[in-house]
């Protein structure tokens, strides 16, 4: 695909992602994606063929950065702490810098067409299973409190969700100090720790 | 209303949570919650009088169940961080024993009407404010890390809500168990804390 093409086919990925979080896959059209971008709806199917292969798209890209992101970090020399610390801050990053396709990726999966939804469930089962593993290897390296696996994965990747809903500029936070709030509550916790206890 | 009257009320409302979390709020009717649950639909008619009838009040009793939670723990003589933590516990233990219905309020309050929209809005909004500020007072005790409230609040609120689609007694982890590891990684941290560390 030409760059010029690929960069047309970003943008219309990117505005139909805004379109189907503010109203739902169901009740977006091609026409009304073709007209918030400006050209006609005819022009629009030279990129893609259909509002399932936009979910498809959509759904695929946001699970690959994930994905990938997770890939790059298991490779990493780093204590598990750390590793996970950074994946934490990639996986926020994303909801921040790319809020209405992850917002899709997180609510509308469940329109995917049934080859593409079992796909997706295997990416998505993948990811979990890698910080999982991160998260065992950490404990049993005496890095982590010795938690249920299932508990502290579901735990961690439920505690940012609410993040794409509600980061924008103008909550007066930069991406830093947000990513920064939520490792402190995950990796060290609300409570103070006291290094002189008077009980 | 009678004992039986009222009682008959909450098997409705039960059932109907079921099909609602199961088919969705707008793919049941009347007429599967009657069938589902055994009695001609005219009869239900004699306990309530419509589907906007059931979900205002699923929403509204779960609503208050938090509240009423919320304003307990205000009055007790307790550290913040106890009191937090109580918090913690109790909205957990909502989502293990009533989760169709809380997995109906978290996902279906937007077929609100107008009137009940607005009133669940607002004790949604009351619920955050309080433990909002059990946060702050926290912070101002010199309990809690200073971290930004919204963060903080959002990230615990966000952190619990997998528990509803979660928990089944055949996870093999008791309600105490689950609670006291969510409690230890948003209180504690995953983190294991070295009190004698070496650099």
Redesign the interface.
């Known amino acids: 695909m030409s760059t010029k093409k690929s960069k047309k086919l970003d943008l219309i990925l990117e505005e139909a992602a805004k379109l189907f979080k503010q109203k739902g896959f169901a009740g977006t059209s091609m026409r009304d994606l073709a007209e918030r971008i400006g050209i006609d709806a005819a022009s629009m199917y030279h990129y893609i063929s259909s509002k399932d292969e936009i979910l498809r798209t959509i759904c695929y890209n946001i699970s690959t950065v994930y994905i990938s992101q997770l890939a790059e970090i298991e490779q990493k020399q780093a204590t598990y702490?750390q590793k996970?610390k950074d994946l934490v801050r990639l996986h926020i990053r994303v909801m921040v810098t790319r809020s209405a396709e992850v917002s899709v990726t997180n609510n509308d999966w469940k329109y995917l067409a049934e080859d593409s939804l079992q796909q997706f469930k295997a990416r998505r089962k993948e990811y979990e299973r890698g910080v999982a593993a991160l998260?065992e290897k950490?404990v049993a390296a005496?890095?982590?409190?010795a938690?249920?696996t299932?508990?502290?994965l579901?735990?961690?990747?439920?505690?940012?969700?609410?993040v794409e809903l509600?980061w924008r500029p103008e909550?007066g936070?930069t991406p830093d100090?947000?990513e920064n709030?939520?490792i402190?509550?995950?990796?060290?916790?609300?409570?103070?720790?006291h290094h002189e206890h008077v009980s």
Chains 1, 2 share one sequence.
């Open positions: 702490t996970l998260l950490g005496g890095e982590f409190e938690l249920d299932s508990v502290a579901f735990t961690i990747l439920s505690a940012v969700r609410w509600w909550r936070i100090e947000l709030a939520i402190t509550i995950l990796f060290k916790g609300l409570e103070k720790t």
